[in-house]
């Protein structure tokens, strides 16, 4: 699973000094730095998601107009109609959230992670199901590998992980309304 153009590996530092003069920034601010970093990266997994969204969407809708059932388009049933729908919904509801929180990030203050933790819990997890709508719309061919949203699909999950899990997401959340 996961992306396969981002390739993953632990580092370990062991005994690991660095000297003075190569010290980015200042001794003791890591932890801040991090955590605007993680900003960035939470709002940038968000929208990597509205990609994946928008694409499943498209190759799902295509689908739904070329095959056919029964004599009749997949677009007229019920059951993809409702993928269709729910799926540009869900998307668009991410997208207004993702620019909405874009246009307010201050990364020279802190205080943005309600809404970065937010916004990649909520994209994450849509761009998931909607790829995960875009392989049941296609049956079968929706599975392998030929296909774009089995791919899709595994680089949705990944960013339920990367950056802070979903679980992460809700628990900072939670912590941040109180």
């Not at 990597?48 to 070329?66: P, Q, Y």
């Amino acid at each position: 699973l996961g992306m396969r153009a981002s390739p993953t590996a632990e580092l370990v530092f062991s005994e690991c000094r660095v000297p003075k003069e190569n010290l980015v920034g200042h001794e003791g601010d890591a932890v801040l730095h991090m955590m605007r970093n993680l900003e960035l990266e939470r709002l940038t997994l968000a929208a990597m998601s509205l990609g994946i969204a928008r694409r499943s969407i498209e190759v799902m809708n295509g689908c739904a107009s070329e095959r056919r059932s029964f004599g009749r388009p997949l677009r007229d049933f019920g059951q993809i109609q409702r993928f269709l729908g729910e799926s540009y919904a869900e998307y668009m509801a991410g997208r207004s959230y993702v620019y909405a929180t874009a246009a307010r990030l201050n990364l020279t203050q802190a205080g943005n992670r309600l809404d970065s933790d937010g916004v990649k819990l909520y994209c994450s997890t849509m761009a998931k199901n909607v790829a995960d709508r875009a392989i049941q719309c296609l049956g079968g061919y929706g599975y392998v590998g030929e296909y774009k949203v089995e791919r899709l699909w595994r680089d949705a999950k990944l960013i339920e992980i990367g950056g802070g899990t979903v679980e992460a997401h809700q628990k900072n959340m939670a912590r941040d309304l109180a």
